[in-house]
Every structure is written in structure tokens, then in C-alpha cells.
């Protein structure tokens, strides 16, 4: 998990900020995990680091994924490559369903049991915890 910087958490509380007044925590959450997963795809990332490459031909690569991004997660793309963040989208991501799980009343948690629990034992444990 990494650990998220002052800026990263400057821009998830932005986006929550943004987010939950409009009723758009899952469409957030899904663009956030959109756009780190394209920054940590290898090749990408490469090419988006690379200040040899011009600005526009980096932009058209982002533009050309409308598959992956909406238009708000194109924009936020953008934001990222333009502010030299682009390191720091999956811990954006992370501290977003962070503020949101707070917001929601959510509180994660892992479980550890000393037999391989059957799928229909998890989910009498997830019922009863809830």
C-alpha cells in the first residue's frame, strides 16, 4: 500500500470535497482506480515520464484510452502528468476510499483464520457483521 504524500492527500480530499456533495463516490472511486491503473502499467508510465517526449503527444496518449477514462478522469489524467504526480495516483486512490469509508461509517478490516474458511462460512461472517 503506499503511503500517501501531503499532495496526495491535498488532491483526495479535493476529489471527495467534489464527490460526495454530488452523489459520485463510486463514479470517483472507479475513475481513481482507472487512472492508477493506467499510470501503473509500465509502458505508459514511460512514455508519461519521459520529458523528451512533447507535452501534446503524452496528452493524446491519455486521450486515446476513452475505454479506460471518462472525461473527468481524462481531466484528472491530465492534472496528474501536468503537476509531475503521476507516481502518486494509486496512493489518490487509496486515501479517496479512505476518506470515503470514514464518511460511509465503513471500517476495513482482514481476517485471519487458522482453517481455509468455506465461501458459505465467509459469508455468514460478513452477514453477521453487519
Same mark, same amino acid.
Given at each position: ?9 491535498r488532491y483526495a480530499k479535493a476529489i471527495f470535497e467534489?464527490a460526495q456533495p454530488a452523489d459520485e463516490m463510486e463514479?470517483?472511486?472507479?475513475? %481513481? !482506480?482507472? @487512472? !492508477? ?6 509502458? @505508459? ?9 512533447? #507535452?501534446? =503527444?503524452?496528452? #493524446? %496518449?491519455v486521450a486515446s484510452a476513452p475505454h479506460v477514462l ?16 503521476? &507516481? ?10 479512505? %476518506?470515503?469509508? &470514514?464518511?460511509?461509517?465503513? @471500517? ?5 483464520? #487458522?482453517? @481455509? ?8 461472517? =460478513? %452477514?453477521? !457483521?453487519?
Amino acid at each position: 500500500m503506499p503511503v500517501a504524500t501531503a499532495a496526495a492527500k491535498r488532491y483526495a480530499k479535493a476529489i471527495f470535497e467534489l464527490a460526495q456533495p454530488a452523489d459520485e463516490m463510486e463514479a470517483w472511486s472507479r475513475r %481513481l !482506480a482507472s @487512472v !492508477a491503473e493506467l499510470f501503473d502499467d509500465p509502458h @505508459v508510465a514511460a512514455v508519461l515520464r519521459n520529458p523528451t517526449i512533447p #507535452a501534446d =503527444r503524452r496528452d #493524446a %496518449l491519455v486521450a486515446s484510452a476513452p475505454h479506460v477514462l471518462d472525461p473527468e478522469g481524462t481531466n484528472l489524467a491530465r492534472l496528474l502528468i501536468e503537476s509531475d504526480r503521476i &507516481e502518486e495516483a494509486r496512493a489518490i486512490e487509496e486515501e479517496f476510499e479512505r %476518506l470515503a469509508d &470514514e464518511a460511509a461509517g465503513r @471500517v476495513r478490516a482482514t481476517v485471519t483464520t #487458522a482453517t @481455509v474458511a468455506t465461501r458459505l462460512q465467509q459469508l455468514r461472517r =460478513r %452477514l453477521a !457483521a453487519t
